[in-house]
């Protein structure tokens, strides 16, 4: 990557870092109205911004805005959230969450924004809502008689809603990653048969002792994207429900250590050695029809969706309390099948739309900009680990490196990809204000010799601002 882009970004990451001694106010319970005494009955609200800035290695022919760029820098927002709920009864929960995402100075407009002008590309991006739902204690956690926990409990709920299958984080807090941002493959569904990684839908969560769960039956949205014959593959699976079977998902984990919080579905990155977890889950993901192909007789096909899942989880503060370092570790096991040879590719708020129509040399198969391939028919392992370095002579500012690794193994490529993410934390109130630096590899597949292979690898160096309250 350019060194100017480089020199930039890091002049902006020490500018921060130099104001912490600023401060903040200690954090408590945030943004919440209790309505009665006990603050058993309350309203609560989080809002949440996360501002990146980037030096971005394209792929190979990439144009932004109709110039051929290898390299991009550029700041735009990755999630600008607002978020509330209220517990009226120990019964009866509402929720509601809305915002936007993604937005560069290029890309995430409103629909329809492009060229010059007060919609301009990149300009006004339309805020709608992530969650909305509704939901009913069958069993509460305590008692509301006896003011005593119960051993079991069972919930049921309604609406738009996160309470996702497959895996831990698939239903990740965006609040308080290890890394940057989660590996997106946690989100196979995402803006296809989905909203932002929602569907309406039906749901169930509970305990039973230490095994947390939940399950859910949902409408998916609906897909029509047209099957095409691939040249070298020949049958190649699109998301196409037609009137979408419905979806059923779930997933379990036994807590074996402190249990964590399932009031809301959203799981929690790391701890930052506030608590002791080590969980281990399953989950899966089922629609019948969801994608269809096509073959050279021009005969068509229906595919179910089978997604599956299977992870472990550790928090663990280690050495003495005073220090309070701690180790955070997550694995992860996927399964996916959409159909035969079924490939989607993506890049996280790509600043690019389209490649350079000059462009004499090869072009990826994953497309311009930042894309790589996303997901497809096949096999993912993701893990990553983190360390909480000790206190220093600050309290709040602490230190976290970590490091991700994501092997990808699809029908639709010939060979394995490897995808490669380090950084570090600095966390200067939590993650209630924090500073991410990481660096990501890619590899970038190509065409050669009627095969779909890795040649050469592209980079992205990344710095969010996170504050949330």
């Given at each position: 990557?350019?060194?100017r882009h480089h020199a930039f970004l890091y002049a902006l990451l020490f500018t921060a870092f130099a104001a912490h001694s600023q401060g903040s106010e200690t954090y408590n319970s945030g943004v919440k109205v209790n309505l009665d005494p006990e603050g058993?009955?309350?309203?609560?609200?989080?809002?949440?911004?996360?501002?990146?800035?980037?030096?971005?290695?394209?792929?190979?022919?990439?144009?932004?805005?109709?110039?051929?760029?290898?390299?991009?820098?550029?700041i735009g927002a990755r999630r600008l959230r607002f978020l509330?709920?209220?517990?009226?009864?120990?019964?009866?929960?509402?929720?509601?969450?809305?915002?936007?995402?993604?937005?560069?100075?290029?890309?995430?407009?409103?629909?329809?924004?492009?060229?010059?002008?007060?919609?301009?590309?990149?300009?006004?991006?339309?805020?709608?809502?992530?969650?909305?739902?509704?939901?009913?204690?069958?069993?509460?956690?305590?008692?509301?008689?006896?003011?005593?926990?119960?051993?079991?409990?069972?919930?049921?709920g309604a609406g738009l809603h996160y309470w996702w299958g497959i895996s831990r984080i698939s239903s990740a807090s965006t609040l308080n990653f290890l890394a940057i941002d989660a590996p997106v493959v946690n989100w196979p569904l995402v803006d296809l048969s989905d909203q932002f990684v929602r569907q309406f839908g039906v749901y169930t969560k509970g305990r039973l002792g230490k095994l947390n769960y939940n399950f859910s039956v949902n409408k998916p949205f609906a897909t029509n994207l047209t099957p095409a014959v691939d040249p070298l593959k020949g049958r190649v699976a699109v998301d196409n429900n037609g009137d979408a079977k419905p979806a059923v998902q779930g997933y379990f984990d036994y807590q074996f250590l402190d249990q964590e919080s399932n009031v809301l579905p959203y799981r929690v990155g790391t701890y930052v050695g506030t608590k002791k977890v080590f969980n281990i889950g399953a989950g899966f993901y089922h629609n019948n029809n969801g994608t269809r192909s096509l073959d050279a007789a021009g005969d068509l096909q229906r595919h179910n969706i089978t997604l599956i899942g299977v992870d472990v989880f550790a928090d663990m503060p280690i050495g003495s309390k005073e220090k309070n370092m701690a180790i955070t570790a997550y694995g992860v096991y996927y399964n996916y099948d959409f159909g035969p040879n079924y490939i989607r590719h993506v890049g996280i708020m790509n600043p690019a739309a389209g490649f350079d129509p000059n462009y004499t040399g090869p072009r990826s198969v994953q497309g311009f900009g930042n894309n790589r391939p996303f997901v497809g028919t096949g096999n993912i392992i993701y893990a990553?680990?983190?360390?909480?370095?000790?206190?220093?002579?600050?309290?709040?500012?602490?230190?976290q490196p970590f490091g991700a690794f994501t092997l990808k193994d699809f029908e639709y490529l010939d060979e394995t990809g490897s995808y490669i993410d380090f950084g570090a934390n600095i966390f200067l109130d939590g993650h209630h204000a924090k500073i991410t630096p990481q660096y990501s590899i890619r590899p970038q597949y190509f065409t050669q010799n009627d095969r779909r292979v890795v040649d050469g690898n592209k980079g992205e160096f990344m710095i969010q601002l996170q504050v949330y309250l």
């Open positions: 990557m350019r060194l058993n009955k309350y309203v609560r609200f989080i809002i949440w911004n996360q501002i990146w800035m980037r030096s971005i290695q394209h792929n190979d022919g990439t144009a932004v805005n109709g110039v051929p760029s290898n390299n991009t820098w550029d509330a709920y209220a517990q009226i009864t120990p019964r009866y929960l509402v929720l509601t969450h809305f915002g936007i995402n993604n937005q560069s100075f290029a890309t995430g407009g409103a629909s329809g924004s492009s060229g010059t002008g007060g919609y301009g590309a990149g300009k006004k991006p339309g805020i709608f809502f992530h969650d909305v739902w509704n939901e009913y204690a069958i069993v509460p956690a305590v008692d509301p008689e006896t003011k005593t926990p119960n051993k079991y409990n069972v919930y049921l990553q680990a983190g360390l909480l370095l000790p206190k220093g002579i600050s309290g709040k500012l602490r230190l």
